[in-house]
């Protein structure tokens, strides 16, 4: 699977939208990108994913370049529980049996 | 939306001693459960993939006979630590593919782990 560069952190004021970028230059015809996120001392969660068309759901929406060598991750109205590590993972959905590697992530901290 | 469990929630344990740790599917049938391991600070690591009735798949660098991963059911996948010691200290988390009838869904859902403390 190919890898994924995100900044460490980030701040975002609440109520404001927080933009999380990941580059993954490398990536594959056949690779998705999947976002999940990580509350402290909690399991990860899942966010969302994609192949190459923009998508949205109830809790973010992810936008991919048109060439897929990055995305954005947009939480469109930040509130302090969305304080998190946010992960950003490419995975072959024909690979590995679809285990989730997880690289350091980029800790989000919302500030009131 | 799919759940699952992990139990205990968190454990101190001597050592020399071994701890079972649990990951339910509650609402959905997994064929394929995937342990991790955090330490502080850190992210997630990946140990093994652990599929219903057949043996588990370790991770490079992961010591089998320490970490004993039994999936004797398609809710049901136990990690056990044994002779743990306190460089076993971490956070461990399960999470669950879900099987979609017809076709092998690719999305994991994890549990809200598990904190082990050996002294």
């Known amino acids: 699977d190919a890898k994924t560069t995100q900044p460490t952190s980030m701040d975002c004021a609440e109520g404001r939208a927080a933009n999380l970028p990941c580059n993954h230059s490398t990536i594959s015809g056949n690779e998705y990108v999947y976002w999940y996120r990580q509350i402290h001392s909690q399991g990860p969660q899942y966010i969302i994913h994609g192949l190459k068309n923009n998508e949205t759901n109830e809790m973010a929406s992810l936008i991919i370049t048109e060439d897929r060598k990055s995305s954005t991750l947009i939480l469109p109205h930040a509130t302090l529980r969305d304080t998190a590590v946010y992960y950003c993972?490419?995975?072959?959905?024909?690979?590995?049996?679809?285990?989730?590697?997880f690289g350091q992530g980029t800790e989000l901290s919302v500030k009131p | 939306g799919a759940v699952v469990s992990q139990h205990p929630s968190w454990v101190i344990c001597k050592s020399g001693t071994s701890v079972k740790i649990e990951c339910r599917s509650l609402?959905?049938?997994?064929?394929?459960m995937f342990w991790y391991r955090q330490f502080p600070k850190q992210s997630l690591m990946l140990m093994a993939t652990?599929?219903?009735?057949?043996?588990?798949?370790?991770e490079q660098g992961v010591e089998k006979d320490k970490f004993l991963i039994n999936h004797a059911s398609l809710t049901l996948s136990t990690l056990t630590v044994t002779s743990a010691h306190p460089e076993d200290s971490s956070f461990y988390i399960c999470?669950?593919?879900?099987?979609?009838?017809?076709?092998?869904?690719?999305?994991?859902?994890f549990g809200p782990g598990t904190r082990l403390t050996v002294t």
């Open positions: 993972i490419v995975r072959s959905v024909y690979n590995q049996g679809g285990k989730l590697i």
């Open positions: 652990s599929n219903e009735g057949s043996k588990a798949t370790y």
């Open positions: 609402d959905f049938q997994a064929t394929t």
């Open positions: 999470s669950a593919r879900v099987l979609v009838s017809g076709a092998v869904s690719y999305e994991q859902y």
